[in-house]
């Protein structure tokens, strides 16, 4: 058994004490109780470790393009030139855009005098500017010409010069009989200007032809010195270019050449 103790307190001592021993016996358990209310929120508890590396995530969005550069210098060092010479280029336009020729022959021996000679039988005048009936040459362009005649000489002696617009610049005199004379000449000319031959009178015109004899005048343009023309070919006729004429019979009428012929032009 337990003892229970039972105290005396004295009348001297603020309250009365009794302790008395005496001895009990245990009661069976008793019933258990109802639960007890919830208790306080505990303490935030201590950071975990770090778990482990996530799978990779997909591509994000382009971003926006960024703000132009700064303007580079224009300062670049000039290149040198090229070693080679370039090959020589076609030619110029006014080869082929301006021609003249022409050759032609007399079908009649003893020309007129102070008039010049016919040469009515065309051998060759593309572009027309010889006129066979009046036997002369108008020049289409400012160029240099070659003219020559080749003159067969019969019965009568010959003495014949070739005329630039009335002046006489070459001439040729043969007094023998069933012989030839000839000349070759270059003239630098300009637009129009007219050139042709003739005999000096009655007793000098033995300018021959027969079925076994030619006499001929012929000329052609050696080169064009209009610059004009040749920097723009004859397509582009414009300002100076129409001075280039057809060189038709009807640009020559005859009153032209008559009228200004005087003795003192004659040969
Ligand atoms: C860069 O050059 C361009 C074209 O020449 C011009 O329009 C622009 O103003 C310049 N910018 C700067 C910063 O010089
Ligand atoms: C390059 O050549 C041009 C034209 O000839 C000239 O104006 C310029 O000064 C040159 N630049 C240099 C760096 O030589
Ligand atoms: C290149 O050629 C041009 C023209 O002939 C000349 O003016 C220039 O000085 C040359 N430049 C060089 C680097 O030789
Ligand atoms: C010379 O030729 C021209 C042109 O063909 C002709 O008109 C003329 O009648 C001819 N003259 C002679 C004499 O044959
Ligand atoms: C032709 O030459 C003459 C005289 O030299 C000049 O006055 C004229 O302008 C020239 N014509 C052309 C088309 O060059």
Not at 143 to 155: E, I, Q
Not at 198 to 222: A, E, I, K, P, W
Request: with cysteine; aromatic share 8%.
């Amino acid at each position: 058994g337990t003892w229970f103790v039972v105290f005396w307190c004295t009348a001297s001592a603020s309250s009365v004490c009794l302790t008395v021993m005496t001895p009990s016996v245990q009661g069976p358990p008793g019933l258990q109780g109802v639960p007890g209310p919830a208790g306080a929120r505990g303490l935030p508890g201590v950071q975990g470790p770090m778990g482990l590396k996530g799978l990779m995530g997909d591509k994000g969005d382009i971003g926006k393009p960024g703000e132009p550069g700064m303007n580079g210098t224009k300062d670049g060092v000039n290149g040198t030139n090229g070693s080679h010479m370039g090959i020589m280029g076609p030619p110029g336009p006014c080869s082929p855009a301006i021609q003249s020729a022409f050759s032609a022959a007399i079908n009649q021996s003893f020309p007129a005098p102070n008039w010049p000679v016919a040469f009515p039988v065309i051998i060759t005048n593309q572009q027309g500017h010889f006129n066979p009936i009046m036997g002369i040459y108008m020049a289409p362009v400012n160029g240099t010409y070659v003219f020559t005649y080749n003159l067969a000489v019969a019965t009568k002696p010959l003495t014949v010069g070739l005329f630039v617009n009335f002046n006489p610049v070459v001439k040729n005199t043969e007094v023998y009989s069933r012989s030839s004379t000839s000349q070759t000449i270059v003239l630098n000319l300009k637009s129009f200007d007219r050139v042709w031959l003739q005999v000096r009178n009655d007793l000098t015109n033995g300018m021959y032809t027969d079925s076994d004899s030619s006499s001929t005048f012929s000329g052609y343009l050696l080169k064009c010195t209009c610059a004009h023309l040749c920097a723009h070919g004859r397509a582009g006729l414009t300002g100076r270019c129409v001075q280039v004429h057809s060189g038709r019979i009807a640009i020559l009428r005859q009153r032209e050449v008559i009228a200004p012929l005087t003795k003192k032009n004659l040969v």
